[in-house]
């Protein structure tokens, strides 16, 4: 677990002590904080074994000594580090007051080491978190709504960059609108999603089109919820953006090959069939000879019979569907006999040829043609 004192915003310890400066800054008096840190007891300062110049950090002395001399300065500040008893090197904030009676000089160190050493521990860590970030191959944003429905970009990292096609120096501009960036079509369901999520606090899972600084669009899928509102009351998200073109590209053409497929299907000449392995008599495309073989239109076969052929098969399609899989499985085809309950109550024998196509995404499918025997 981690240490509570390192989540302290600050770490500051308090030392005092008095210096005579006709002395060559001879420490006369000191608190409890400053002789544990340098190590020497009270006694020996009282019999003037410590000076200022002993603590203070050899390449800061001739600096710091300067600025205590010089006269008509009441007060002085300056930073600076000391050195302690087992020669660690503190930086402190010093404030000396020089006394306008007497050649004394009170300083007062605020030890700001662990405050200093921290700063630069959240700074490496910021760094390295950023660099993290900037890395990742989604599109990391933070964004904010404003009352006029605008969504300015409050940080973007490398790929959300890259997503959008700007540089990191253009979305740091004041105003930089992700909102300009929507494709028209497409605005009224992400400012809906957006309204949605300000109302109810669920999150953003949507996709929608976004116009690059080459007028290019490209499809991204958007995650987003609200994190905070900020000093205005506008609601900030925390969003990752994935740019999905390829995706919807291949999406668009497996649409498009699909449909290929059924209008092909649907026009060989012959009752052809195509199923899964899974369910062989349940049927994935059907071609129009075969329903014109069953006397049933498109829409009756696929509602009223589920498109299962085995519904339509006398005795039952249990058996026969057994028989496929298991002559499939040994040679990739089979050929077998059964009877069809077609529409009117007419029985007609076929014989079932069917054999495994295996496609290029490494799914199977069955494709069969039924000839009518009797």
Not at 52 to 79: G, M, S, T
Not at 109 to 125: F, G, I
């Amino acid at each position: 677990m981690a240490d509570n004192n390192d989540e302290r915003a600050y770490e500051v310890e308090f030392l005092s002590c008095v210096a005579d400066k006709s002395q060559d800054f001879k420490i006369v008096d000191a608190d409890s904080h400053f002789t544990a840190f340098t190590g020497v007891h009270i006694s020996k300062i009282h019999q003037g074994k410590l000076y200022l110049q002993d603590v203070i950090n050899p390449p800061d002395r001739q600096a710091v000594l300067e600025k205590l001399r010089k006269k008509d300065a009441p007060y002085i500040y300056i930073d600076f580090d000391i050195l302690g008893k087992d020669e660690n090197v503190n930086f402190v904030h010093c404030c000396a007051q020089n006394d306008e009676a007497t050649p004394l000089c009170r300083l007062v160190l605020a030890d700001v080491s662990k405050s200093r050493e921290k700063a630069a521990r959240l700074k490496q860590r910021a760094s390295e978190i950023n660099n993290l970030i900037d890395q990742v191959e989604g599109g990391v944003c933070v964004f904010r709504v404003t009352p006029e429905m605008h969504f300015e970009a409050l940080y973007m990292n490398a790929s959300c960059c890259r997503l959008f096609g700007t540089g990191k120096d253009r979305y740091s501009e004041r105003n930089y609108r992700l909102d300009e960036l929507i494709f028209a079509e497409d605005k009224t369901l992400v400012y809906q999603a957006i309204g949605r999520a300000m109302a109810t606090g669920e999150a953003i899972d949507l996709e929608y089109r976004v116009k690059t600084h080459k007028s290019k669009l490209s499809w991204c899928q958007c995650n987003a919820a609200v994190h905070h509102l900020d000093e205005n009351g506008s609601p900030v998200f925390h969003a990752v953006f994935t740019d999905v073109s390829r995706v919807k590209q291949a999406e668009e053409r497996a649409d498009r090959a699909s449909e290929k497929l059924a209008n092909l299907i649907e026009n060989l000449s012959g009752a052809v069939i195509v199923s899964c392995l899974e369910e062989p008599l349940r049927c994935e495309l059907v071609s129009g000879e075969f329903l014109s073989l069953l006397g049933y239109t498109r829409a009756q076969f696929f509602e009223r019979f589920g498109a299962d052929l085995g519904r339509l098969i006398v005795g039952g399609g249990e058996k026969i569907e057994q028989e496929i899989q298991s002559a499939v499985r040994k040679s990739g085809r089979c050929e077998l006999e059964y009877e069809l309950k077609c529409k009117g109550a007419k029985i007609l024998r076929v014989r079932d040829r069917r054999r495994l196509i295996t496609q290029k995404d490494g799914t199977m499918e069955l494709i069969a043609e039924l000839e009518i025997i009797n």
